[in-house]
Antibody
């Protein structure tokens, strides 16, 4: 059974930085692309970033491009999201999710990590 | 403003059927597979439908998906109170860059 666990959330001031981690188990992590998705309080889902299984291809949403960076460490079966230049509108629950699989994208999701950007 | 358009809310009585629409364009739905997700209150989203109309293991056949042109539809039959949730469509969008896009979400109320 696939298990994804996010960590690293918290409260940060505007302009600050935070790094989220997503520890994966129950799958051969290096074989799968991964996503980050966020959900602001009371709002819908917003895709944030994607990284291919080999790490060679990355895509970021325009809203975070140049500020956020997705990366992975296959030796630790861990996905990361480095967030710099944080803004109040980045306040959200951040989910990691499994990429392309026999059942398409987003077959499995983590429980989410809350990031609050506030002074 | 979400790239994919969904109705904000739908409602129906227990045992009835409901459909949720998802409208896009040729850069997303028109040329890519559509997925549907269910998000129960206070929980992470769950994959309901992938590749337009396929159900992952464990998803009841009360849930179905279809696609025509640049629109997709989620159908739920035999509504139960436990189906009350937010539903999202999603797909790849390859217009100016490659992004995954979600619809704005539809709140299903089972009266």
């Amino acid at each position: 059974q696939v298990h994804l666990v996010e960590s690293g959330g918290g409260v940060v001031q505007p302009g600050g930085s935070l790094r989220l981690s997503c520890a994966a188990s129950g799958l051969i992590f290096s074989s799968y692309a991964m996503h980050w998705v966020r959900q602001a309080p009371g709002k819908g889902l917003e895709w944030v970033a994607f990284i291919r299984h080999d790490g060679r291809t990355k895509h970021h949403a325009d809203s975070v491009k140049g500020r956020f960076t997705i990366s992975r460490d296959d030796s630790k079966s861990t996905l990361y999201l480095q967030m710099n230049g944080l803004r109040p509108e980045d306040t959200a629950v951040y989910y990691c999710a499994q990429g392309f699989s026999p059942v398409g994208e987003f077959a499995n999701w983590g429980q989410g990590a809350l990031v609050t950007v506030s002074s | 403003q979400p790239v994919l358009t969904q109705p904000p809310s739908v409602s129906a009585a227990p045992g009835q059927k409901v459909t949720i629409s998802c409208s896009g364009s040729s850069s997303n739905i028109g040329n890519n597979y559509v997925s549907w997700f269910q998000q129960l209150p206070g929980t992470a989203p769950r994959l309901l439908i992938y590749d337009n109309n396929k159900r992952p293991s464990g998803i009841p056949d009360r849930f179905s998906g279809s696609k025509s042109g640049t629109s997709a539809t989620l159908g739920i039959t035999g509504l139960q109170t436990g189906d009350e949730a937010d539903y999202y469509c999603g797909t790849w969008d390859r217009s100016l860059s490659t992004n995954w896009v979600f619809g704005g979400g539809t709140k299903l109320t089972v009266l």
